[in-house]
């Protein structure tokens, strides 16, 4: 690539939670960098804004969460 030139490299990542898992303690809601997860209507969702900094996978006291790299 020439010096100089910008290349756009956006990842996308699935978020994916196992709600048999998750107690809804909202741990990882309070602390996603982004605010990606919310809850709405008392279980928890993600806004499409994930930045895949796990984070919230690894703070998860239940291993309900995982997330992973989209390779489309
Ligand atoms: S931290 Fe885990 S158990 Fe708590 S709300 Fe999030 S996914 Fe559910
Ligand atoms: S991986 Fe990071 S950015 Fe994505 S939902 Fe979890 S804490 Fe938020």
Known sequence: MPA??????????NWIINRDWCKVCG???KMCPV????????????TGK????KTCER?????AIEVEEDRG
Not at 4 to 13: E, L, N
Not at 35 to 46: A, K, R
């Open 27 to 29: 741990i990882c809601i």
């Open 4 to 13: 100089g030139t910008k290349r756009k490299t956006k990842k996308k990542f």
């Open 59 to 63: 703070f998860c006291p239940d291993f």
């Open 35 to 46: 605010e990606n997860l919310l809850f709405q209507d008392q279980i928890v969702v993600d």
């Open 50 to 53: 994930c930045i895949g900094c």
